[in-house]
């Protein structure tokens, strides 16, 4: 990696940290959990580069790390994005007219 | 040519669908297909990789990929959301050791630093430290919340000296790294120290003060990845890494300002603070108990009652007794609102998730600001496990410890019911004022037994 290389890296590094801070100031407190289980899944975006490491047959270390590495980010990808979904799914705005002992259809 | 393309063309869309991912999270009901966009782009991500020219063989790559969704998948369907804290904090330790690992892999394919310029070395040097302190901190979190190690404060003379030592030996490693890069003992060296301190760094911390350091860990590990984007060239990982980076950052902040704490305070207090909190004491004073019988006439009929969760609902899973007792409320024409303090739990959100569980319906979740002003018109306050976070001597007392820190205003209500396990103090070993004023009563026993003697009481009403 050259030095304007890393200048181009931080570029990217601080106009998305500025994007990133703009968006999360706006998320409500109501859904900080979920949150935090969406940013998890997508930071194993790592998963990409896990993924390289496994297959481009450098060396067997490589390879074993990569594997792990892949392991674990595609845990936090599917359990990551699954148990957003299942928490988003929970919230439901409440029902106007209809007798609260109901269970408010969604 | 065309190859390289279609990697770089996945990548963006894949950045730009994460980002409307996210800002979908304004809002409960565009929250859903948003995060569904950010899965896609997270499916696009990985086959544009796949087309990547290094890799020739697929194997290890299918079989990380089987054996991560055959765990994966039980993670996120199985998971009861009273487990959420120490799932969010495992999941922290999988994302960093999966960077870490990446580090640890390209330095070696490196020659061990032979062929490693200093800028890249910078890199990975950020993605293996920040990346080794966030599996252990996370792993020390997990297993805290998971209630295997005690929840207390674990301490020992010296601890923040020790602490302090071993991330100033990490950045120093990193440093002379930087500096000269064919170092492997000094990468490995500081990948141990990084693992170390992620441990030093967690132990102390005690149960209160976990949505602080879970957000601290999912920031550490948005960081990991970040660095994992600089050191193999990656704006993907980049633009993923800023945005979780940024994310915990911001929760931890909006964590420690609810507490009224520094970073510094949360991450190195933990020193004889129980003990050092004067404080008012209770000699003296005498609380109120109530019966089962009486409190449920208090609340049959009310017009309007708030009811304030705290840890002890989690513990005791009563949010689903709670809901059943608010419906019996409503029908008998009376509004229930909960009133939701942002540090309420172990993890930021912690009890809107619960409630949303047992179907309240979101817009009955009122935020602190919100719902400040409305407890001196409510007829009855309804406190289910919740202690530091309704203590008045956060307003008055300053020599209490939690002088200052942003409260609940339960004491303007003019009827409180306090459900509570027993007399002992909070966690952070405060008495609280709350209970021994004359509007309030104190109903014992566990949250969900009393619950549900409330919900057949108020049933005969």
């Known amino acids: 990696m050259t030095s304007s ?36 899944a997508i930071s ?46 929970m919230f439901h705005r409440g029902p106007r007219a209809q007798p609260a002992d109901e269970e408010p259809k969604k | 040519m065309t190859r390289e393309f279609l990697i770089q ?10 980002i409307l991912g996210l800002r979908s999270l304004t809002h409960p009901d565009s929250a859903r297909r948003g995060m569904q966009l950010a899965a896609l782009g997270m499916l696009i991500a990985v086959v544009g990789t796949l087309l990547h020219r290094e890799i020739v063989d697929y194997r290890w790559i299918l079989a990380g990929l089987a054996l991560g969704s055959l765990i994966g998948y039980p993670m996120g369907m199985w998971v009861p959301m009273t487990a959420m804290p120490q799932r969010i904090a495992i999941s922290h330790m999988f994302g960093a050791l999966a960077a ?21 070395m910078a890199a990975l040097g950020f993605e293996v430290l920040f990346g080794s302190l966030t599996i252990t901190g996370s792993l020390m979190a997990f297993l805290k919340l998971q209630e295997v190690l005690p929840g207390a404060p674990i301490t020992f003379r010296g601890q923040n000296l020790a602490s302090l030592a071993l991330f100033a030996s990490g950045l120093g490693l990193l440093a002379w790294l930087v500096a000269s890069p064919v170092h492997p003992g000094a990468f490995y060296g500081m990948l141990a120290v990084g693992l170390a ?47 979780d980076g940024a994310s915990g950052f911001i929760l931890s902040i909006v964590m420690s300002k609810a507490m009224n704490r ?19 004491t209770s000699e003296g004073l005498a609380v109120r108990a109530v019966t089962p019988e ?148 104190m109903l014992f026993g566990d949250a969900k037994q009393s619950l549900q003697k409330l919900i057949a009481q108020v049933k005969q009403a």
């Open chain 2, 100 to 120: 870490t690992l990446v580090g640890v892999a390209e330095f070696y394919d490196l020659g061990s630093g032979a062929g490693v310029g200093h800028a890249q």
């Open chain 2, 294 to 441: 009486d409190a449920a006439i208090q609340l049959a009929y009310a017009r309007k009652v708030i009811v304030v969760p705290g840890y002890g609902m989690a513990v005791s899973q009563a949010q689903h007794q709670l809901r059943e007792l608010a419906a019996l409320i409503e029908r008998n024409g009376g509004e229930v609102i909960y009133a939701i303090h942002p540090v309420a739990g172990r993890m930021p959100g912690h009890m809107n998730v619960l409630l949303a569980e047992a179907n309240v319906p979101y817009d009955k979740l009122r935020e602190m600001e919100d719902v400040n002003p409305e407890f001196a018109s409510a007829d009855a306050v309804l406190v289910i496990g919740a202690n530091d976070v309704v203590n008045p001597a956060a307003k008055h007392d300053r020599a209490s410890p939690i002088y200052g820190m942003p409260i609940l205003d339960v004491d303007q209500a003019k009827n409180v019911i306090v459900m509570k396990r027993s007399m002992s103090p909070g966690f952070a070993g405060i008495e609280n004022e709350l209970f021994y004023m004359p509007a309030t009563s």
């Open chain 1, 44 to 89: 194993a975006i790592s998963l990409v580069g896990s993924l390289v490491a496994a297959g481009a047959d450098r060396s067997r270390v490589a390879t074993l790390l990569g594997f792990v590495a892949v392991t674990s980010a595609t845990i936090n990808v599917v359990g990551g994005f699954l148990i957003t979904d299942r928490m988003l799914r």
């Open chain 2, 262 to 280: 520094s970073f510094a305070n949360v991450l190195f207090g933990a020193f004889g603070s129980p003990q050092a909190s004067a404080g008012r």
């Open chain 2, 9 to 18: 063309a996945s990548y963006l869309a894949s950045s730009v669908l994460f």
């Open chain 2, 197 to 243: 301190f992620g441990v030093s760094l967690v132990l102390p911390i005690g149960g209160a003060d976990m949505p602080v350091v879970i957000s601290l860990l999912n920031s550490y590990a948005g960081l990991a990845s970040a660095a994992t984007g600089f050191a193999i060239g990656n704006n993907v990982l980049i633009i993923a890494g800023a945005l």
């Open chain 1, 5 to 40: 290389a890393l200048v181009q890296s931080l570029y990217v590094f601080a106009l998305a940290g500025f994007v990133g801070f703009l968006v999360i100031t706006r998320v409500p407190a109501l859904l900080h959990t979920p949150l935090m289980s969406a940013t998890n």
